[in-house]
């Protein structure tokens, strides 16, 4: 099993940009972040391949967020601009092992990371 770290959550004020990273110890190939709400389903948000083309965002980040690999940190980024209130939530990697292309299906993922906070207030 992959163990995968994030980080760069925190509190931003409407309109702010974060980015999240999420390093994984161990092979791997595509990574997804998902993101809860408390009370709330997890939901997908934007997963990347292992060639880092063909990647997926939810309807509700288009044009907003941006995810990126750097292979050689063995990291994940997702870059997040125009945040609103709305996209507070704890926010999950997840990676794995064999699966080459994107993909926001969470049964597939058996390695997750701890969860990082991201608070969108004034």
């Known amino acids: 099993q992959l163990q995968l770290v994030e980080s760069g959550g925190g509190l931003v004020q409407p309109g702010g940009s974060l980015r999240l990273s999420c390093t994984v110890t161990?092979?791997?190939?595509?990574v997804a972040w998902f993101r809860q709400v408390p009370g709330e389903e997890r939901e997908g948000v934007t997963c990347?391949?292992?060639?880092?083309?063909?990647?997926y965002y939810a309807d509700s980040v288009k044009g907003r967020f941006t995810i990126s690999r750097d292979n050689a940190k063995n990291t994940v980024y997702l870059h997040m601009d125009s945040l609103k209130p709305e996209d507070t939530a704890v926010y999950y990697c997840?990676?794995?092992?064999?699966?080459?292309?994107?993909?926001?299906?969470?049964?597939?993922?058996?390695?997750w990371g701890q969860g990082t906070q991201v608070t969108v207030s004034l």
């Open positions: 990347i391949g292992s060639r880092g083309v063909r990647n």
């Open positions: 997840a990676a794995h092992r064999l699966l080459r292309v994107c993909s926001l299906r969470q049964g597939l993922f058996d390695s």
């Open positions: 161990g092979d791997y190939y595509a």
